[in-house]
Each structure stands twice: as structure tokens, then as C-alpha cells.
């Protein structure tokens, strides 16, 4: 199994829609293994965002990603990664596919959510960003049989 990495952006928490948003991965089969409320620093967000350091738009992205705390979450099934990015939409809500987070809730490119590891090298760095390792919890999920055969665990 892999784990991923979720953001629960400031615009998510603002409009209070963090039960919804994690609902979706819940519903879908995905077991959290990890949550917490942080705040991003500057130092965090240049690493997380060092692909978008240089753009114009940077620091209008660090002042909404520090509008408020966060929300980051660890998320393990079965090609996880790949599955979250699916749920999560493309970058521009206006663009995403209705059914995806970003499709149903928002409107914007920056004010989009979500953030969600893009590959599974991304994600072990991205895990490692926010959680130690006794923050990521290995726990029976007992319903597995039900949203897996044998051979696809
Ligand atoms: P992703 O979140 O879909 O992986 P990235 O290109 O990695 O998209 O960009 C990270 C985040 O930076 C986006 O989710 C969005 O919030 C913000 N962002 C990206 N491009 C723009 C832009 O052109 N204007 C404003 N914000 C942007
Ligand atoms: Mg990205």
C-alpha cells in the first residue's frame, strides 16, 4: 500500500467544508493515517512550493496558504497517490471535472482546496515535510476485505 499527502487549504477550513472534503476519501475506501492542524511557515512553504518560487504569482499563493492554519493529512490504500490526485481535480477549479473536489468547490486556481502529492517519490518527500514517523499510524482498518479483493492489497 502507499500513503499520500493532502492539504486542507485555508479556503477549505474558511468555508467550512473540512468534514465534506475529508468525507470524500473516507467514503471512497482511503484510510487516514495521519492528521493535524498546522501553520505554514515561509521556510516550509518555499520547500512545498520551490516549483512556483520564482513565478510572479508566489507570493500571493504563501499569503493564502498562510491565511489561516492547514489541515495535512497522511492517506494509505492501494495506489493512493494516483487515486487522490483523480478525487482532487485538475489545478483550476473553474476547469476540473464536476465529481472531483476541486470540480465541485471551487472556482479558482489558487483558492482551489486542495493540495495532493503528484507521484509517489513527491509523496515520500511530502510525508516527510509535515509528519514524523510517530505521527503516521499503522492500524488494523477492519473493513479492508469490503473495499479490497486478496490480490489487489
Ligand atoms: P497542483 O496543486 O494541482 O499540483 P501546482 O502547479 O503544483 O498545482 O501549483 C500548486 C498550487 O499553487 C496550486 O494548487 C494553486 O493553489 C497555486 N497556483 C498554481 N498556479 C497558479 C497560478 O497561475 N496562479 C495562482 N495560483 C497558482
Ligand atoms: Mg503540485
Partial sequence: MQITLV?????AIQRGILGEV????????????GLKMVHLTDKILA????????????????????????????????DVVHVVRKLTGVTNGRDAEPGTI???????V?????????SPETAAVE???????????DYASHLTPY???NDER
Fill in 47 to 78: 520547500e512545498h512550493y520551490a516549483h512556483l518560487f520564482n513565478k510572479p504569482f508566489y507570493g500571493r499563493i504563501k499569503d493564502s496558504m498562510q491565511a489561516s492554519p492547514v489541515v495535512v493529512m497522511a492517506l494509505k490504500g492501494v
Fill in 127 to 137: 510525508l516527510k515535510r509535515f509528519f514524523s514517523d510517530s505521527e503516521i499510524f
Fill in 22 to 33: 475529508i468525507s470524500r476519501f473516507e467514503k471512497k475506501g482511503i484510510q487516514i493515517v
Fill in 147 to 149: 473495499f479490497y479483493a
Fill in 102 to 108: 476541486r470540480g465541485d468547490y471551487s472556482m479558482s
Fill in 7 to 11: 492539504i486542507l487549504k485555508p479556503s
Fill in 110 to 118: 489558487q483558492e482551489n482546496i486542495v493540495h495532493a502529492s503528484d
